[in-house]
């Protein structure tokens, strides 16, 4: 005894009366097809390809008159629907327009679609496609997109085939079929991207050949992602930042009073190459585009804020050595506005006056003999005394320059540290978000 399901499809598909290849179409009437965006998966956003890859699944529903069975000719069949193998009867060719690439789940020789009794046909359609997205990431890592979607038909214009998204009165009575939660698709996304919304609305568009202009009835879906920003903060920005921190503090830290500066100069290149390598980590995520995204411009800022500091480093370096090595008097507007105290070096070293005259004058009577020799020998003791005497007192006031001189960088590393330090902060707080 043949089973009763059996019986329905062997009626369904008589050839005498049901043609697979062709559109069961009233003339002059559209035939009208309802799009379910049943689930989709993210599988990854190319960011330099500028592509999207995903899994989905979208439900068609259309009514087809030539299909179905009246219940009462079958009466030990309760079921209000049978599964018919996808090459017996018409489906609609529903394609993503611009698709790059596609690859079904499953075959055609697996995969069925179901028929309602009274000739209401429902098919799903899943693939694992690739499609173009635009890409706009001048806010990036704290961006958001939008990827189009153009569903449609590839043979038959709106002259045939109209197509319209769920989410209408009509298709609430066929929860059977579409699902009792028809219109709410379920998404999956990655560890990167996550779905904002989805809009889905039907649009004409019109396609210009040389046998004439046709319209097509499409269906766009509008993928709204919101990037989560945590794995490009942790791994770029946050090390840029304590890149830069640690840049200013080791270039304008008074650690030292002895001009032994030069490992700050060398401390601000080797972080500025630590910076640029960060730079260069980041350019190989992003697609070349005109203008560079917003952590980008953060790395540029702190490369642009550790260079001056590194030139402000070495000005204060020259300017101090020679200052030593000349014995440069302090001006006095640079100790007010330190507020330090320059009347301890207000002498000149190489100016300073002779000692008092040590020598004691002679009396009548030292001028005996022999007292000549003893009068030269005693001259030239003072003189040697009163040439020691200079020499300590220019070394003393020098050490008093040199102190001087040092106290003042060291004021003015201390605010050149607040200045950049301040800088630097108030650039990371802008660039995060």
């Known amino acids: 005894m043949?089973?009763?399901?059996?019986?329905?499809l062997n009626y369904m598909m008589n050839p005498l009366y049901y043609d697979p290849l062709v559109p069961s179409i009233e003339w002059g009437k559209a035939l009208r097809i309802n799009i379910t965006l049943n689930a989709l998966r993210l599988v990854s956003l190319d960011q330099q390809?500028?592509?999207?890859?995903?899994?989905?699944?979208?439900?068609?529903?259309?009514?087809?008159?030539?299909?179905?069975?009246?219940?009462?000719?079958?009466?030990?069949?309760?079921?209000?629907?049978?599964n018919v193998p996808y090459k017996q009867v018409w489906i609609p060719d529903l394609i993503y327009y611009n698709t790059i690439d596609q690859e079904k789940v499953l075959l055609d020789e697996w995969t069925f679609v179901n028929v309602r009794y009274d000739g209401?046909?429902?098919?799903?359609?899943?693939?694992?496609?690739?499609?173009?997205?635009?890409?706009?990431?001048?806010?990036?890592?704290?961006?958001?997109?939008?990827?189009?979607?153009?569903?449609?038909?590839?043979?038959?214009?709106?002259?045939?085939i109209q197509l319209h998204p769920t989410a209408t009165e009509f298709e609430a009575d066929l929860g059977v079929l579409a699902?009792?939660?028809?219109?709410?698709?379920?998404?999956?996304?990655?560890?990167?991207?996550?779905?904002?919304?989805?809009?889905?609305?039907?649009?004409?568009?019109?396609?210009?050949?040389p046998a004439g202009d046709w319209n097509y009835s499409l269906i766009y879906f509008n993928l709204h992602l919101e990037r989560k920003p945590v794995y490009y903060v942790m791994i770029i920005q946050i090390p840029t930042l304590i890149v830069g921190v640690l840049t200013i503090l080791g270039m304008f830290t008074p650690f030292s009073q002895r001009m032994e500066r030069w490992q700050r100069v060398e401390l601000g290149l080797n972080m500025l190459l630590a910076i640029s390598m960060l730079l260069n980590l980041l350019s190989s995520m992003m697609p070349k585009v005109e203008r560079l995204p917003l952590l980008g411009n953060y790395i540029v800022a702190e490369i642009f804020i550790c260079s001056i500091g590194t030139v402000v480093s070495i000005t204060l370096l020259e300017i101090h050595a020679r200052a030593d090595q000349r014995n440069w008097r302090p001006p006095d507007f640079f100790c007010r506005f330190l507020r330090l105290s320059c009347t301890s070096g207000k002498t000149n070293p190489s100016a300073l006056p002779d000692p008092p005259r040590l020598i004691p004058a002679l009396q009548n009577n030292e001028f005996e003999i022999g007292s000549i020799e003893a009068f030269k020998a005693r001259k030239q003791l003072y003189q040697s005394l009163h040439l020691v005497r200079s020499f300590i007192s220019r070394q003393h006031a020098e050490e008093e320059w040199k102190l001087l001189w040092t106290k003042i960088f060291d004021r003015l590393d201390i605010i050149f540290l607040f200045i950049f330090q301040s800088g630097n902060i108030i650039i990371a707080a802008m660039f995060m978000r």
Request: hydrophobic content about 40%; some cysteine.
């Open 2 to 8: 043949i089973p009763q399901e059996q019986q329905i």
């Open 49 to 82: 390809e500028e592509t999207i890859v995903f899994q989905d699944e979208f439900i068609a529903m259309w009514f087809d008159p030539n299909l179905g069975w009246d219940k009462k000719d079958f009466p030990d069949y309760l079921a209000d629907f049978v």
């Open 120 to 160: 209401w046909v429902r098919a799903s359609m899943t693939a694992t496609r690739t499609l173009p997205c635009e890409l706009h990431l001048a806010d990036f890592p704290y961006d958001r997109q939008k990827c189009v979607l153009m569903l449609g038909s590839w043979t038959y214009d709106d002259n045939l």
């Open 179 to 209: 699902g009792e939660n028809s219109g709410v698709i379920s998404y999956f996304g990655n560890s990167e991207w996550q779905l904002i919304k989805i809009d889905a609305y039907e649009k004409r568009e019109i396609y210009i050949q």
